[in-house]
């Protein structure tokens, strides 16, 4: 990606080959597609991926995943190709004898496997709405709120992500605070999203912005992948049924979800790695000498606050216990009050940007302490 970014910006020359007109024209193409998408007002969000790494001395380490041009264009090359090889399947989903197609004879031996994502609840969204009100009226920034009346969720998301390139803010919010706010807001529009899961009968996918969708262009890691491509060549006439399908697409569901749940636990896990050496290694120095971490407050819970750092980009937990004593969080979820002996109370608010120390380690519960400075 990285390469081929660098010969669409000129740095280095597209070689003359028998592929240089498909990667010019990947860029035409993808460059449509993602107007396309935003017409139709797909929500985008605003992502921040995290690589983990080893070390020279074998420790762990974590940077953000940089995405090029080259990145987006290409996904959408993959999600044209599943929408459309969904609406193939969809077209010849097995169906009762009585209502069978006479045009399709042989669809009563076709499986598909779909990828479902429902639209987010509206009671939900309200939520969110007077969430983001909270918020904005906290910061002085009237702009961030979203009115789900006057914008979609899709256009409010792209205006709120381009404020902090703007030219000054109307209330004076310094550039940084700025982002740490939106993306504390764009965290919590993620939040809004219901799962995703793998099953038998087409359905929407909200987070595609498609009728239906499916999985094709990952068959040599995923088995949907590979089951799908066995379901479209029956399609084509190019592959004979299996009597045995039916049992096969149930094993290829069952497999599917729990890999997408086995997915998460890693990623969860391998980051808790790279906390655990970074945040050890702060507690060998004295409390002086220990880094002071900066990052934005993006979630809070009754008992605990979500910070992610400015690097390397992890989301941390603070945990009210570590802080003072009666937690007490707004209704909207925006804020979390925090009282302590001897000492005005503490207020935490979605955006704030805080520095965090590492203040212990509970080896009982497996979780640091950290205090806000």
């Known amino acids: ?26 860029r035409i193409v993808g460059a449509q597609r ?77 499986q598909g496997v779909f990828r479902v994502h429902p639209a987010p609840l509206p009671d939900t969204l309200s939520a969110f709405a007077r ?22 969720l899709a256009h409010w998301l792209d205006r709120v992500a381009a404020l902090p390139a703007a030219l000054g803010s109307p209330s004076g919010l310094l550039p940084a605070a700025l982002r740490g706010v939106v993306l504390a807001l764009q965290r919590q529009a993620l939040l809004l999203n219901q799962r995703s899961t793998f099953t038998a009968e087409p359905g929407l996918h909200y987070g595609v912005g498609a009728p239906c969708y499916a999985r094709f262009t990952s068959p040599m890691r995923e088995v949907v992948g590979i089951f799908t491509h066995k379901e479209a060549l029956e399609i084509m006439g190019l592959s004979p049924a299996d009597p045995d399908d039916e049992a096969t697409r149930e094993a290829v569901i069952e497999s599917a979800n729990r890999a997408k749940d086995l997915q998460h ?17 702060d507690l060998k120095l004295p409390w002086d ?68 120390v590492a203040d212990g380690y509970d080896a009982t519960r497996d979780r640091y302490a950290l205090a806000i400075e």
């Open 1 to 26: 990606y990285r390469i081929v970014q660098l010969m669409w910006d000129g740095v280095e020359p597209l070689p003359d080959t028998d592929f240089k007109a498909s990667l010019l024209a990947l």
């Open 34 to 110: 993602i107007a396309l998408a935003e017409a139709r007002q797909v929500v985008r969000y605003q992502r921040v991926e995290v690589d983990v790494g080893v070390s020279p001395s074998d420790g762990f380490v974590a940077f953000e995943a940089r995405r090029y041009e080259t990145d987006r264009c290409n996904e959408q090359i993959s999600l044209l190709v599943n929408v459309e090889g969904a609406r193939l399947l969809a077209a010849h989903v097995a169906q009762p004898a009585a209502d069978a197609d006479a045009a399709h004879p042989d669809s009563l031996l076709l």
């Open 131 to 152: 969430m983001t009100a909270s918020v904005s009226a906290a910061h002085r920034e009237a702009s961030l709120a979203w009115e789900p009346e006057r914008e979609s």
């Open 265 to 281: 636990r890693l990623t969860k896990a391998a980051n808790q790695l790279v906390i655990g050496d970074m945040l050890s290694a």
């Open 289 to 356: 000498e220990r880094p002071r971490r900066l990052g934005t407050l993006v979630g809070l819970a009754p008992d605990r606050a979500y910070v992610v750092l400015d690097d390397p980009p992890l989301e941390l937990k603070v945990y009210a216990r570590d802080l003072g004593i009666r937690p007490q969080m707004s209704a909207d979820g925006s804020a979390l009050a925090i009282e302590r002996e001897g000492r005005p109370a503490l207020t935490l608010l979605l955006g704030d940007r805080l520095t965090l």
